[in-house]
T-cell receptor, first 113, second 109 residues
Framework: DAGVTQSPTHLIKTRGQQVTLRCSPK?????VSWYQQALGQGPQFIFQ???????QRGNFPDRFSGHQFPNYSSELNVNALLLGDSALYLC????????????FGQGTRLTVV | RKEVEQDPGPFNVPEGATVAFNCTYS??????FFWYRQDCRKEPKLLMS???SGNEDGRFTAQLNRASQYISLLIRDSKLSDSATYLC??????????FGAGTRLFVKA
């Protein structure tokens, strides 16, 4: 049983560019959450998707947007990249209607130069 | 005040020691509580849920104090492999999950 998979694992972008990160949830999970983790910090909630809609959002600007597809996979898009967007981006999936325990992917390490 | 606060440590303990971490949360309506473990440059992994009555999983014991709004994690008989960052996680009503910044633990031989 494949767990949560994310791609790419590493990425280097230039300031002002746009990036798309991808996530496939664990089998049987239909809810996907995205987190940003800066070095030495805990993960910060960006948003959660369920039934192809954004269900809740953390304190992130509109430059951060997402999408969920009918097969429950998800994308995180970040526009107009800033140096401060450099971080580990984690995707977590969970089954709906049950305890919100989440299973994380290995993350995408984004470096903005 | 941060929504979830943890002592960042690091905690440096010898093998076999008992170590305890505390975590406080600000939203009294919070419903679900967890401890996650994160190894260096890896993703967080669920260690254990925290139940109101307290719960134990082998060498790990988690406690919840709703009146004082804190949760704790006790690790007995520490192993070298317990070295990691321990993240306190709170899920208030709704869908947003809040992570603490983590407590670093180093277990030395």
């Amino acid at each position: 049983d494949a767990g949560v998979t994310q791609s790419p694992t590493h990425l280097i972008k230039t300031r002002g560019q746009q990036v798309t990160l991808r996530c496939s949830p664990k089998s049987g999970h239909d809810t996907v959450s995205w987190y940003q983790q800066a070095l030495g910090q805990g993960p910060q909630f960006i948003f959660q998707y369920y039934e192809e809609e954004e269900r809740q959002r953390g304190n992130f600007p509109d430059r951060f947007s997402g999408h969920q597809f009918p097969n429950y996979s998800s994308e995180l898009n970040v526009n107009a990249l800033l140096l401060g967007d450099s971080a580990l981006y984690l995707c977590a999936s969970s089954p709906s209607g049950s305890s919100p325990e989440a299973f994380f992917g290995q993350g995408t390490r984004l470096t903005v130069v | 005040r941060k929504e979830v606060e943890q002592d960042p440590g690091p905690f440096n303990v010898p093998e076999g020691a008992t170590v305890a971490f505390n975590c406080t949360y600000s939203n009294s309506a919070s419903q679900s509580f967890f401890w996650y473990r994160q190894d260096c440059r890896k993703e967080p992994k669920l260690l254990m849920s925290v139940y109101s009555s307290g719960n134990e999983d082998g060498r790990f014991t988690a406690q919840l104090n709703r009146a004082s709004q804190y949760i704790s994690l006790l690790i007995r008989d520490s192993k070298l492999s317990d070295s990691a960052t321990y993240l306190c996680v709170v899920n208030p009503r709704g869908f947003k999950t809040i992570f603490g910044a983590g407590t670093r633990l180093f277990v030395k031989a």
